[in-house]
């Protein structure tokens, strides 16, 4: 199986140096190819892994870093699988959404390498087991991301949100270098197994957290999240489908590869991840319901999700601290479970977005309408992952939602009291989130593909090329399989869950089996309820078939001369709601009110924008402080050359006199 190794190292050199030498028609077929050769070798390492064969080896790093081994078990196959599937589908889907731009050769080439260094990143980071090279994969990863992000750096705003992600990508990295010489100077290794170590002789939860603050920066938990709702709109579309798919899961990767060697503490820590994850949830998804940028929205709820993936883990560490082993796998089933499925209606989601943007040139849902006149497909499409998202059957999103609610409702059985009330709040938070993210999804497919057009556009939209469809719908196929057949995915997860721990071994109740036949049967139902969909669908086209159809206008009622101003704003859709945690949702207006005396007032404009809480409160206080204080030496930089010569001159005088003290001491 080195073999393997060597060859995915292979494909990536070699698919580098090939885009940026072929010609500028066969850069993406060739990013395409080499993703998914680079996706059938490291899949074939993981699906082995899965069926029990743990792929393992070892190099010498030297006498700094030691052994560095390499290993693919359950856990890495599971993320490996998730990020080559997500990877190939945006390979595709990038592949024709950039054919629609005039980019130069050069720019593809930089991008398509990047890519390719992206994916191939993404997998080692999931592969490496030795904290020093983890690091360094970790940051390639980072690099080459912000790199993606930025594919548009001509404009200041894209500029600034892959500055902006980068320098919080950096503070992730102090900690988990912090982290990891805390481990080193314990037990004289960087191996990850070196964690059983230190875990088994120390106190766990400064380390966990430590770590924890590194991976959670990276999977948007609040308040470590303001770089998603920057990054990911201003990013190419099928850009910002992988990153929420599968790059802030590689946060989710490392807290639960750290948690994994746990040895004490589960209950605290446990308590610790809900409440965060919970408060994340209901941030991101407030957030998403009042924002009407729909990449930024979809960046919201990104944090949302993984506020829902933290709670399984929350569920799962509570469970090994009380020794219940069904809240033990109902959590980490769950949150593993969740991180497939938000991989895939997030990405769709995009993608779908993508496809909007490509064909109206604006994110902003006040300006569209009416869109599934001219793109049904696409409308078809996005619905089906809102339907997803909003967790509700008979898609994907239900069954790992579900998992994560009967691990609530069970630990609401629990005998600790505070333990009760925490999994009752969090029922009743994640209820919430539900509700909420069906208002948001309504809103946001109702405004930019229902009703009329709002404002004219600069070219009619028209559905994207199949190109673009295509990888759509392998998704869509992707999120019925897991609807229709849940128990083939948790019995993967059920069997990563019981060699998962390194302290305990936690065999799978006979219990979770119960909830897998439930899962069988909301899968028959769900497969019913599409089937009779589909069979009312056919009969309704059989009996329209060659009858001529007559168009009217949409939302007449009995007055058809009405303007498309008459219609609900994404605004006036949930005013009420921003009204109501107006606390948190910060809305600034700019509107010049009238003057007394005015008789005759001009023609006048009213803009609103909400500002992210943690930024507009903390993040932009520290920050201009820092400029404010900054701007008392732009003096030093006055531009001319003399004053530059003096600082050379005083700075080796400076030099001179310290060297004679220090020969003199």
Not at 254 to 273: C, N, P, Q, T
Not at 392 to 402: A, D, L, R, T
Not at 588 to 610: M, N, V, W
Request: proline share 2%; charged share 10%; hydrophobic share 50%.
């Amino acid at each position: 199986m080195l073999e393997l190794i060597y060859l995915s190292w292979l494909i990536a050199f070699f698919a580098i140096v090939a885009v940026f030498f072929v010609s500028v028609k066969i850069k993406a077929n060739t990013a395409v190819i080499a993703v998914v050769a680079n996706s059938i070798v490291t899949s074939w390492l993981a699906i082995l892994a899965l069926t029990g064969q743990v792929i393992s080896f070892t190099f010498n790093g030297g006498e700094i870093m030691g052994d560095i081994i390499i290993r693919v078990d359950e856990l890495s196959a599971w993320f490996i699988l998730i990020i080559n599937f997500t990877c190939i589908t945006g390979v595709f889907y990038g592949s024709g959404y950039l054919k629609a731009y005039d980019n130069s050769a050069k720019k593809l080439s930089l991008h398509w390498i990047l890519y390719i260094l992206f994916q191939f990143s993404m997998i080692w980071v999931c592969m490496i087991q030795n904290g020093f090279v983890f690091l360094i994969a970790w940051e390639v990863m980072s690099l080459s991301s912000m790199m993606l992000v930025i594919f548009d750096a001509h404009k200041p705003k894209t500029l600034k949100a892959g500055i902006n992600y980068l320098v919080q990508m950096h503070i992730s990295v102090v900690f988990l270098t912090i982290g990891f010489i805390w481990v080193y100077f314990k037990t004289g290794s960087f191996s990850l197994d070196a964690f059983t170590t230190y875990f088994g002789s120390n106190s766990n939860i400064w380390l966990f957290l430590i770590f924890f603050v590194g991976f959670g920066l990276k999977a948007g938990f609040i308040p470590l999240h303001s770089w998603l709702p920057h990054a990911h709109p201003a990013a190419p579309s099928h850009v910002s489908g992988v990153m929420s798919g599968v790059i802030v899961k590689l946060g989710i990767y490392g807290i639960i590869r750290v948690a994994s060697y746990l040895k004490s503490d589960y209950l605290i820590l446990g308590e610790i991840i809900i409440t965060i994850s919970i408060l994340s949830g209901l941030y991101g998804i407030l957030n998403a319901a009042v924002h009407r940028d729909f990449k930024k929205m979809l960046a919201y709820c990104t944090i949302e999700n993984i506020g829902i993936i933290g709670i399984g883990i929350g569920i799962g560490l509570i469970g090994i601290g009380n020794g219940i082993p069904i809240l033990y796998y109902l959590g980490f089933g769950g949150a593993l479970l969740h991180v497939l499925n938000h991989s895939l209606f997030k990405s769709l989601l995009f993608y779908s977005a993508g496809s909007v943007y490509q064909q109206t040139h604006t994110r902003n849902m006040e300006k569209l309408g009416g869109l599934i006149k001219s793109m049904p497909r696409t409308a078809i499409l996005f619905l089906i992952g809102a339907i997803a998202i909003g967790g509700m059957p008979p898609f994907n999103g239900f069954i790992s939602e579900f998992l994560i609610y009967c691990g609530l409702i069970k630990g609401i059985q629990l005998q600790d009291i505070g333990q009760i009330i925490l999994m009752v709040l969090t029922l009743a938070g994640m209820s919430v989130i539900g509700g909420l993210s069906i208002l948001t999804f309504t809103k946001t497919f109702g405004t930019i593909f229902l009703g009329n057009q709002r404002q004219p556009l600069a070219h009619k939209p028209h559905e994207v090329s199949s190109l673009m469809l295509i990888p759509q719908y392998v998704i869509v196929v992707a999120m019925i399989s897991v609807a229709i057949v849940p128990q083939f995915y948790l019995q993967i997860i059920g069997n990563i869950l019981s060699v998962l721990t390194k302290s305990v071994v936690i065999q799978q109740p006979i219990e979770f089996a119960g909830y897998i036949s439930i899962m069988q049967s909301i899968s028959l139902y769900s497969l019913l309820f599409i089937s009779t969909i589909a069979i009312f669908w056919g009969i309704r086209a059989w009996v329209i078939r060659g009858k001529s159809q007559i168009v009217g206008a949409t939302w007449g009622c009995g007055y058809t001369a009405g303007t498309s101003k008459i219609q609900y704003t994404a605004k006036s859709f949930s005013k009420s709601l921003s009204k109501t945690f107006n606390f948190i949702v910060i809305e600034r207006k700019q509107y010049d009110e009238l003057q007394a005396g005015e008789i005759f007032p001009k023609e006048k404009k009213y803009t609103s924008h909400y500002h992210d809480f943690f930024e507009f409160r903390f993040i932009h206080v520290v920050t201009n402080r820092l400029i404010y204080s900054a701007n008392y030496f732009k003096f030093i930089q006055n531009g001319r050359i003399q004053s530059y010569v003096l600082y050379g001159v005083i700075f080796i005088i400076a030099v001179f006199i310290l060297t004679i003290f220090n020969i003199f001491l």
